[in-house]
């Protein structure tokens, strides 16, 4: 009898993850056609000549009628994506690879499409260079251990390098040790792990994430430039940072904040920078005329959850929001940019015009809700990565650290996105579900 | 004892005069909180804490627990929301899976832990891992939204009349978590199966030896609380925009905090379920209220722990004065 029984929950178990795994890899196919990120990559590297007759010869087969159409719409979208020193830059150019590599790639997990996305730049860049890759991930980006092991693993194998996205940059530290001994040289992207110990990183492609919260600040100055200027009492500026610890969310907590403020006060209004301690302060050394917030006209009110789940990150956004001198709030990453859309769910505040009232949301990254809220007008825009092109250059950073040259570290920008621009070229294949 | 007393000395007399404090403590000092809205959001965000607390109300007050529920509603709310994304799955058919695998998983637990003798600490840390695991392999998903079909579901905990600023919204879903808090009070007091769970928590081997099949009775109440954890989930999935995979550890101690806070004991064998409904509020209460005083984050989570030892504290020197009575 107790057999049977177990044998029954066992196999009930088996026939679910079964369901799972079928659910995600039904899933995981995005809408973007291969067409279109051959012309995101022209668009975002217009430096490098050779590349785009390469891509096209590689993503010929796939799509073979949309692609030329495709690749002459972006064109005139070139303009909506990032600055022009996110191009390339000119150490990419002309690159050969002097033998058929095959590089260790470790991503923080194959979840979501974001990282599908960056597989699809990689495999662009295999393409055009004659050189392959094999990529792990842990089953999701909090099994640190996992990875460790990955990445411990791969350096077992003596590789020519390796691609690598650390989900805890700390926990690396050893393993990059060791490849420094060993001499195999690592590219980080997507995240950079800032004391790597000597000659392991030799360049790290990443996500510029004080530019990404800079952009995001300028979009929405847009939008509140009128009311600011217009208004008689002090109004309030929102930002919802899922942690203070994470590299990546302070730069872009305090880019935006930085930028917000320089904007701001270029118009002559007095900025008063408060909440969470560690913004505040950061935000008072880099800006000495802060006032406080009595005399401000305009008040940035930084908040961070107890933890980093969408709940808290919404009662965060809605303690910002429920005041009534709010204007506009943003999201730095998807689960603050979703936290404040939960928010609003009860208090139907956001909107795409600040005169008549509306409160302008910004958000981060993508995903369905976003996108959807975005589309319909409930967010005014977000800033998007590009994992498409962090994934592109860091095969084309591997192959020439492989070859002996040297690469120097190479930041990718973030793209501002709003209803207008998201089904453009140039951005959709960043847009993951 | 004289009935008076006896009503000052309950613990959820005490636990109900701390969250008319918190509250009152919370309008004084926040303009914010006073608004309908963020008190509608805080009934959002309590529900599935309400439900999952209910559910392991049973397994603490057998003096076992259940780890599982948390990353287990996570799991749930995903795979039923992929089927409901990737298959046309109705979203009623994908609401009792949430159910059914969470009666599975809570299935699995009991025999574990009633059949097979293993601690329930091990046994439910193991379907937590398992629940985790299972939620890493399904890519983050949306249930549909409000607007979208199938998105009636949301109706279910909360009501909207109109759109837009001046929608009303009205909060059933806390009547259908007092409705179940009554069902399931009813049920540990006044059926075999709830008189049983309270005996197994309090004198197991007097059970055993006056010949009730415990194993029974045992394994129910982990099913029960695997039940509650897949109505969580729905409840879960009403209110996150986004289910993340591989989420969901540490949610599951919200709900045995509250089960706590509300006067279960801690080694079992006694408590109630609405106790367990004003345990979980104060939980809630200081998770989603903290921030609108300006606390920062660590201090939510310092609060929440002192409030804690304070209700474990009124456990333990209830039992010395029992014991001294007797």
């Not at chain 1, 679910?16 to 291969?34: D, I, K, N, Q």
């Amino acid at each position: 009898m107790k057999k049977k029984l177990l044998a029954t929950i066992l196999s009930a178990a088996m026939v679910m993850s079964l369901l799972a795994g079928c659910g995600g890899t039904a899933a995981s196919e995005p809408a973007a056609a291969p067409a279109e990120e051959a012309a995101a990559t022209e668009e975002a590297a217009p430096a490098e000549e050779a590349a785009p007759a390469e891509e096209a010869a590689a993503t010929e087969e796939a799509a073979p009628t949309e692609e030329a159409a495709a690749t002459e719409e972006a064109a005139p979208a070139a303009t909506a994506g990032g600055s022009g020193e996110y191009t390339g830059g000119t150490q990419f150019d002309g690159v050969t690879a002097k033998e058929a590599y095959k590089f260790p790639v470790d991503v923080k997990s194959f979840q979501s499409t974001y990282w599908q996305a960056a597989l699809k730049g990689m495999d662009m860049a295999k393409e055009e260079l004659g050189v392959d890759y094999d990529a792990h991930g842990p089953n999701s980006e909090s099994d640190i251990a996992d990875q460790v092991n990955m990445l411990n693993s791969d350096i077992n194998s003596n590789p020519p390098g390796i691609a690598l996205a650390a989900c805890d940059t700390s926990s690396v530290l050893d393993s990059l040790k060791e490849c420094a001994d060993k001499k195999i040289p690592v590219v980080c992207f997507d995240t950079g792990v800032a004391d790597a110990p000597e000659g392991s990183v030799v360049a790290t492609v990443a996500t510029d994430n004080t530019q990404a919260g800079e952009v995001a600040a300028e979009n929405m100055y847009k939008a509140i430039k009128d009311v600011i200027a217009k208004a008689e009492s002090p109004v309030r500026i929102g930002e919802v940072n899922q942690d203070a610890t994470a590299l990546n969310i302070q730069q872009r907590g305090m880019g935006f904040v930085n930028k917000m403020t320089d904007l701001i006060e270029a118009d002559g209004k007095k900025v008063a920078v408060v909440g969470n301690e560690f913004y505040a302060n950061e935000a008072k050394k880099a800006h000495s005329d802060l006032v406080d917030e009595a005399s401000a006209d305009v008040v940035i009110e930084v908040s961070v959850p107890a933890q980093t789940t969408v709940e808290l990150c919404s009662t965060a956004a809605q303690a910002i929001m429920s005041k009534s001198d709010t204007i506009a709030i943003f999201g730095s990453n998807q689960t603050a940019a979703e936290g404040v859309l939960a928010a609003d769910a009860n208090l139907s505040l956001l909107g795409s015009d600040a005169a008549a009232g509306d409160v302008i949301g910004v958000g981060f990254d993508a995903g369905s809700i976003i996108k959807g809220a975005i589309e319909d007008g409930t967010m005014y825009g977000a800033v998007t990565q590009s994992p498409l092109m962090m994934g592109y250059y860091a095969i084309y950073a591997l192959t020439m650290a492989a070859n002996g040259d040297k690469v120097e570290d190479f930041p990718t920008a973030g793209y501002w996105y709003d209803a207008s621009n998201m089904n453009d070229p140039t951005i959709a294949p960043n847009l993951y579900d | 004892m004289t009935k008076k007393k006896s009503i000052i000395t309950d613990q959820r007399f005490i636990v109900l005069l701390v969250i008319i404090a918190l509250v009152v403590i919370y309008m004084i000092f926040s303009p914010e909180f006073r608004q309908y809205s963020s008190i509608l959001s805080m009934l959002d965000f309590s529900y599935y804490d309400i439900l999952m607390a209910i559910g392991v109300t049973f397994p603490l007050i057998t003096a076992g627990v259940d780890l599982s529920i948390g990353t287990g509603m996570v799991c749930y709310a995903l795979v039923a929301g992929r089927l409901v994304r990737d298959y046309n799955c109705p979203v009623l058919v994908a609401m009792l899976i949430c159910v059914l695998f969470g009666a599975i998983v809570g299935l699995a637990n009991g025999t574990l832990i009633g059949v097979m003798g293993l601690p329930p600490f091990l046994a439910t840390l193991c379907t937590c891992m398992i629940t985790r695991g299972i939620s890493s392999m399904v890519m983050a998903t949306p249930w549909p939204t409000n607007k979208q079909p199938g998105g009636w579901f949301h109706s279910i905990f909360k009501l909207t009349f109109g759109t837009g600023r001046n929608a009303l919204k009205l909060p059933v879903g806390f009547l259908v978590c007092v409705a179940l808090v009554l069902l399931m009070e009813f049920v540990l007091n006044h059926t075999k199966f709830g008189r049983y769970t309270i005996a197994i928590g309090s004198n197991k081997e007097a059970l055993m030896l006056s010949g009730v099949n415990v194993k029974i009775y045992h394994v129910m109440a982990y099913v029960v609380c695997g039940i509650f954890a897949g109505l969580a989930a729905i409840a879960y999935a009403a209110v996150v925009p986004t289910v993340q995979p591989g989420t969901g550890a540490g949610l599951e101690l919200d709900a045995i905090g509250g089960v706590f806070v509300g006067g279960v004991s801690a080694t079992g064998g006694y408590g109630s379920v609405i106790g367990t409904l004003v345990g979980v509020f104060v939980i809630v209460l200081l998770k989603t209220g903290l921030p609108y005083v300006g606390l920062q984050a660590n201090w939510q989570q310092i609060i929440t722990g002192i409030v804690l030892i304070g209700a474990v504290m009124i456990d333990v020197a209830k039992r010395r004065r029992m014991a001294k009575e007797q």
